[in-house]
């Protein structure tokens, strides 16, 4: 399907991307994969590229350009380069709209010209092991003690969490009031009482920085809370939707990608004489999953076009999110399937893809919550 979304300054900065990736990522990346972690060296690199603080302001050294295209551009590129390792999105999509949006001039200058360079990296602790989806159940506290906030709780799944130097901390200060006693603390890398524990061993994006952290009496600044103590409730909703379309761009790329490579396959690999695309049966699937691709990617456009126009809402981000990761999950099993026992041998890249796939549907909020939140816009 022609595209009518992207520019031709886009199309620019995607060559970018894919001549950066080519160079700096892919001959590295299955190395990363077995050690369970990239180069930190290598966000230093992305930085130096431009590709990191997209929509900062120039003066932090950022490229000051707030168009999500971008954001989208990048997340396209890395997912058809099979760099599922890069914590990139997370960083550039999830954690800057806290730091540039949220922030005072002294933690902007603090904090923002290593974000852009690679110097610092960042990530978001929302999950613990007891509330996952439900942010306003958190468990891990600030109590102010003059000058400090105290921290104690632990959190889970956290991305980039070993590499990170900076991570904002959903807590609660004032744990009597439910969500509306959440609040934003950025906790710096080596603050005495944070700690990082074991890399967690996941199915999927091996080479993607995934840890436990634990704050125990962890003694932080009161000037690193992010936005209004007990709001962080507020914070977070309404930063969820571009979180949720930056993992829907991921999920129609990797469709995309996985439909392109399985299609590759049926009109080479033979069997009965014939390539296996042309049996009746494998050629309707590819037929399907080419349409749903085709619906997922324009419904898709619209939502970031909407973004971009200050438009998008809660209900329709939800809708984006969950219909293309689930869709993600769907192409992946039918590719699979398709290519037989060569699927599941995890030197074909779509084996990798369908294992990388599956996590779509939960982070970012799952598919069950993405239903609630429509529902309830429906007054139900």
């Not at 060559?15 to 892919?26: D, K």
């Not at 613990?128 to 632990?154: C, F, H, I």
């Not at 074991?198 to 009161?222: I, M, Q, S, Y």
């Amino acid at each position: 399907m022609e595209q009518h979304l992207y520019e031709p300054v886009h199309e620019e900065f995607r060559a970018l991307c894919r001549q950066f990736l080519a160079r700096e990522v892919v001959p590295f990346h299955e190395e990363w994969e077995r050690a369970g972690l990239v180069d930190r060296e290598v966000w230093r690199k992305a930085g130096a590229a431009g590709l990191l603080g997209l929509d900062v302001d120039e003066k932090y050294g950022g490229a000051g350009q707030r168009d999500f295209r971008f954001n989208a551009v990048l997340v396209e590129e890395i997912v058809a380069a099979g760099a599922s390792g890069l914590g990139f999105g997370l960083h550039n999509d999830v954690v800057a709209p806290y730091l540039t949006d949220l922030t005072t001039d002294l933690q902007k200058a603090r904090w923002l010209p290593g974000f852009c360079s690679g110097e610092l990296i960042t990530a978001i602790a929302m999950s613990e092991p007891g509330a996952g989806s439900d942010l306003a159940g958190v468990r891990t506290t600030a109590v102010r003690d003059g000058d400090e906030y105290v921290l104690n709780g632990q959190k889970t799944f956290i991305t980039n969490g070993e590499h990170a130097d900076l991570v904002i901390v959903v807590v609660k200060t004032a744990p009597d009031q439910g969500a509306h006693g959440v609040s934003l603390i950025a906790v710096e890398r080596d603050t005495p009482g944070f700690i990082r524990g074991r890399r967690l061993d996941k199915v999927g994006l091996r080479a993607n920085d995934t840890a436990e952290l634990f704050f125990d009496d962890c003694r932080v600044p009161a000037d690193n809370l992010i936005g209004t103590e007990n709001h962080g409730f507020y914070h977070l909703m309404a930063n969820l939707p571009r979180e949720r379309l930056s993992i829907a761009v991921a999920a129609v790329a990797a469709a995309e990608r996985m439909l392109a490579m399985t299609l590759e396959y049926a009109r080479t690999r033979e069997a009965f004489g014939r390539p296996i695309g042309r049996f009746q049966h494998n050629r309707f699937l590819l037929a399907e999953l080419d349409t749903e691709v085709t619906i997922a990617r324009t419904f898709l456009n619209h939502c970031i076009a909407e973004f971009n126009a200050g438009r998008l809402s809660v209900a329709d981000a939800a809708k984006v999110k969950w219909w293309t990761t689930e869709l993600q999950t769907k192409v992946a099993d039918r590719c699979v399937q398709i290519h037989g026992g060569y699927g599941y041998m995890r030197e074909y890249p779509i084996a990798k893809a369908w294992l990388d796939s599956r996590v779509q549907t939960i982070y970012g909020g799952t598919t069950e919550i993405m239903k609630e939140i429509i529902g309830r816009s429906l007054g139900l």
